[in-house]
């Protein structure tokens, strides 16, 4: 069966801190629009191709992602065991 790599988890969620720190700076200066968009494009790919269920190919919540390292985390559209490698 195929795994989710945890590396690709953790990219994701580096994408979703910068995304977070982008748009609260954009309070101060209108210079992080581009930077916000490059975010937003980034993790769209990650999760397209990355972060997907191994069996039905379907969105899992990043959430479940994390806590699929250390526990077990079943897909809910398929059912299926969600393995972290």
Do not use: W
Not at 4 to 28: D, E, H, S, Y
């Amino acid at each position: 069966m195929k795994k989710i790599k945890f590396r690709n988890v953790i990219i994701a969620f580096i994408i979703i801190v910068a995304f977070v720190t982008c748009v609260t700076m954009q309070f101060l200066d209108k210079l992080f629009v581009i930077p916000t968009i490059l975010c937003v494009i980034l993790y769209g790919i990650v999760d397209k191709f990355c972060l997907r269920c191994p069996s039905c190919g379907k969105f899992v919540n990043i959430n479940d992602l994390m806590r699929a390292k250390k526990h077990i985390v079943h897909c809910i559209h398929c059912g299926d065991i969600i393995e972290i490698e």
